[in-house]
T-cell receptor
Framework: DAGITQSPRHKVTETGTPVTLRCHQT?????MYWYRQDPGHGLRLIHY???????DKGEVSDGYSVSRSKTEDFLLTLESATSSQTSVYFC?????????????FGPGTRLTVL | QKEVEQDPGPLSVPEGAIVSLNCTYS??????FMWYRQYSRKGPELLMY????GNKEDGRFTAQVDKSSKYISLFIRDSQPSDSATYLC????????????FGAGTRLTVKP
């Protein structure tokens, strides 16, 4: 497995509370991504980063913010969690343009917003 | 209408069967086509990728892309119980385009 860890792996929180998910990589890859996975929708890109302090929005960025202060860490923050943000969140990394710019995925974080 | 459509299944086949998984898409700008495999409670892993139209074979797996029909397929020959997983198609407009679009995934079960 690529050296990607996500924390926490499971979290239950209440509507309106802030939540931060962490992705940590040991591969020194330049690109990092946050996706959410929901039944019937597959994976959808939330935000991505192409370097330290360089980030951009994805397909479903509303209600989410990200930060990357170090190459190895990419944080996803839900400023005020809502029930619609209940999902499984995956972090991914990529570096090489080989194999179609292959992305390596972390183990996921299962978030439940009550 | 979603950009990428994939039948969610579930699909159940006996061991040794040939499996055909498919996706259709609407965005003619897509040029890179991928298939990811995802085991239960795990992250997806890249299985196959193809650039533009054509076929690509890797062991028991064959990926086909027909850009004229906006249709991609993944064939699994001599399917094994270890192939039981969810298969997601994915595609992007260019190599340097970070906005990859995924299908919803097809859950496959291969029965011994």
């Amino acid at each position: 497995d690529a050296g990607i860890t996500q924390s926490p792996r499971h979290k239950v929180t209440e509507t309106g509370t802030p939540v931060t998910l962490r992705c940590h990589q040991t591969e020194n890859h330049r690109y990092m991504y946050w996706y959410r996975q929901d039944p019937g929708h597959g994976l959808r890109l939330i935000h991505y980063s192409y370097g330290v302090k360089d980030t951009d929005k994805g397909e479903v960025s509303d209600g989410y913010s990200v930060s990357r202060s170090k190459t190895e860490d990419f944080l996803l923050t839900l400023e005020s969690a809502t029930s619609s943000q209940t999902s499984v969140y995956f972090c991914a990394i990529s570096e090489s343009r080989e194999r179609g710019n292959e992305q390596f995925f972390g183990p996921g974080t299962r978030l439940t917003v009550l | 209408q979603k950009e990428v459509e994939q039948d969610p299944g579930p699909l159940s086949v006996p061991e040794g069967a040939i499996v055909s998984l498919n996706c259709t898409y609407s965005n003619s700008a897509f040029q890179y086509f991928m298939w990811y495999r995802q085991y239960s409670r795990k992250g997806p892993e890249l299985l196959m990728y193809t650039y533009s139209s054509g076929n690509k074979e890797d062991g028991r797996f064959t990926a086909q892309v027909d850009k004229s029909s906006k249709y991609i397929s993944l064939f699994i020959r001599d399917s094994q119980p270890s192939d039981s997983a969810t298969y997601l198609c994915a595609m992007r407009g260019g190599l340097y385009n970070n906005d990859m679009r995924f299908g919803a995934g097809t859950r496959l079960t291969v029965k011994p």
